[in-house]
């Protein structure tokens, strides 16, 4: 393994960053550095719900709205930059969940590790990993790509809306039978306080990060809130486009950063030795 790599992982939505610290030790025990930013979409300090500790979910949005998924990327893109523009590192992006789609936008080509090379510069995106993540096709958004194409609105089952209904913030109803599933009741305490809310995200994708990337994706098999057979389905449309993906399977719920992490790592681990070595 580089020495050189470093990872940056996207969070899904409703969570605070430090849920994946798990994740980043188990990378650093492997001398792999690792970064997890808050993403804005996910930070209650941006979504006007007051008291953080106590967010009051029923509040207007913020006077300028909420941030969207440009900001998402935004966030990831300065870490990206960081490591690649100032350090010459080569990075592998680790998505989850709604993350996929921040991942996938800020895997910009000039960050790219073959377009540097090709500048004669060192360092760059060697691939993307995908985990119980969002695949959103080039033009869609989160919402309408899992939206019925008939006009309809459909809410999954384990998200809850507030005052503001769809105009305002979701949470995870039910977080230990679709969130946690898998961990014990004293690991579910410990992580519950610290799922956020999140607006609904309407940004549409305009980076084809799938065509010019090394891609894989981790397929969950018991989860609970983006179940195996749609994460099939999203991977199987992509593939169709830009190519197959590195696949990998795992006994684990939505939450392997928590449930399985060491098995995560080795996933990981293995498709970025292919990349680098």
């Not at 695949?135 to 008939?150: A, Y």
């Not at 946690?180 to 549409?204: A, R, V, Y």
Request: hydrophobic share 40%; proline share 6%; charged share 20%.
């Amino acid at each position: 393994m580089s020495s050189n790599l470093a990872v940056v992982i996207c969070h899904g939505f409703f969570h605070n960053a430090a849920i994946y610290q798990p994740l980043v030790d188990a990378l650093k025990s492997h001398g792999i550095d690792a970064y997890c930013p808050q993403l804005p979409m996910s930070d209650l300090s941006k979504l006007n719900v007051g008291d953080v500790i106590s967010p009051n979910f029923d509040l207007d949005p913020p006077s300028g709205g909420y941030p969207q998924g440009e900001e998402d990327a935004q966030a990831v893109l300065a870490v990206l930059k960081l490591l690649i523009e100032n350090q010459n590192r080569r990075v592998l992006l680790v998505a989850h969940s709604a993350g996929g789609f921040a991942a996938t936008q800020s895997a910009i080509p000039e960050l790219q590790e073959k377009h540097r090379q090709s500048r004669g510069l060192t360092g760059g995106i060697v691939g993307v990993f995908y985990y119980g993540a969002f695949i959103v096709p080039l033009g869609e958004s989160l919402h309408t790509t899992f939206q019925p194409k008939d006009g309809r609105i459909v809410t999954p089952p384990w998200l809850q809306f507030h005052k503001n209904g769809r105009a305002g913030i979701g949470t995870v109803f039910e977080p230990e039978k679709y969130l946690f599933n898998g961990l014990d009741e004293k690991q579910m305490q410990k992580w519950k306080p610290l799922l956020t809310g999140s607006p609904m995200c309407m940004t549409t994708l305009t980076n084809n990060a799938y065509e010019t990337l090394p891609c894989a994706y981790l397929y969950l098999e018991e989860d609970r809130m983006l179940p195996k057979a749609v994460q099939e389905k999203l991977v199987a449309a992509q593939s169709e486009k830009t190519g197959a993906f590195k696949v990998y399977n795992c006994a684990s719920g939505h939450s392997p950063h928590l449930s399985h992490t060491q098995e995560l790592v080795d996933k990981v681990l293995d498709f970025a030795n292919r990349l680098v070595s």
